[in-house]
């Protein structure tokens, strides 16, 4: 009995004394949230003040930073994006788009605008600049309205197109952000809507611009001069990023502070989201994260030695990564072809389409080689002469066979005029070939 006393006693102190050291905390437990901090030999992350974030290198998709990338979160006016890139691929710049009421109600809906008016007349080009600079909802809504026949039919143009992106948690309502509680994404859809609008050289141009004049309309009898108003675009901003090709950023109660936007730095392009922030904070938290995924990653070339790999073959990885440390994965072989995928620990860099080299099939060489075997062996049960004594003989019939060629003076004045006339009806003169048809003619008649 004392002695349980006495281990019970012992446990209860060790317990106690255990409570009192510190406890080692992985580095994705200490920054919440964030998960590739979580993967082995990944350059750490620092955690932000936002919710959710992601940070993607567009041509090989590699997720340099993610935290709470897949949840759900109000998108805000980064929608946009979206209806710029839809109407990119279902008009052309040149269209005119005649402003209803419809558009006009965007005007007095308490978002930004540029004031169109009833019946005024844009190009898209316009249209677009004025989405992309100064996020004008009323564009918006008639851009929608012009495009989907409706603004109901241009949110269904929205939801399959970003389907086919792969967005798998997305859900929009409207074409301008503004809050509706079933309007819905996440910071990793959104890098996969900003990557396909940067892959239009249309969309980069019209993002990147600093500011944009719209004419004198139909209506407006003065012209209209956009600035960009992108914090990240704008030099007298404290937020201004030098390497920012572009992007969106809004505000509501329901989203908080969004921000989308893209940077490219010595050939590499990496994508940014921030979601659901305090108000003023996300453009320089994206800032700060865009300078991490520069900084402690770099671009891998795989293809130089592979003469198989049709494409791709770029991984982007943290600086110092060696290729032979990587591991791969291969997809099913389709129409003579396969994907690659590249990983560093458990993170996919990269990938590469290979061709689908076939094996060669050994099986008609090896027949071939059994019957040569399975004939050799007949022969030398068969033939009771060696074949090296037959090699030998008629390599001696050869000889002597040349000799005679050139000591048998009685074939050139001799018999070998008359014979070769008679079987050939010709006078053919002396040579060393007529010498050698004469003996081979006379040694048949000899066998005969």
Known sequence: MKIKKLCAGLFALGMAFSLMLPTPVRAAEAASGITTNAVPGWPQGADITSTAAVVMEESTNTIVYAKNMDQQLFPGSTVKIMTTLLALENSQLTDQVTMTATGVSGVTDGGANISANLDEVFTMEQC?????????NDIALQVAEHLGGSVEGFVQMMNQRAAELGCTNTVFTNPTGLSDENQHTTAHDMALIMQAAMENETFRTIAGALSYTISPTNISGGERVLTNNFSMMSAANAAYYQNCLGGREGYTDASGSTLVCGAEKNGVTLIAVVLQGASGTTAAEAGSL??????????????????NMLSGGNVYVPVGTAADSLTTKDGTPENGQYTRQYYFGNAPVGTSIMAAVQEQDTALTDAGEKNIEAARNYSEKHTAVPYYVIAGAGILLLGFLIYRIIN???????????????????????????????????????IS
């Open 128 to 136: 677009l600049y004025a989405i992309m600079l100064v996020s004008a």
């Open 290 to 307: 865009l300078n991490y995924g520069f900084d402690n990653f770099q671009m891998l070339s795989l293809g130089d030695t592979d003469f």
């Open 408 to 446: 048998s003076k009685s074939l050139t004045a001799g018999r070998a005029p008359q014979l070769l006339f008679s079987v050939t009806g010709k006078w053919i003169p002396d040579h060393p070939g007529r010498r050698l048809f004469t003996l081979y003619v006379l040694e048949l008649q000899k």
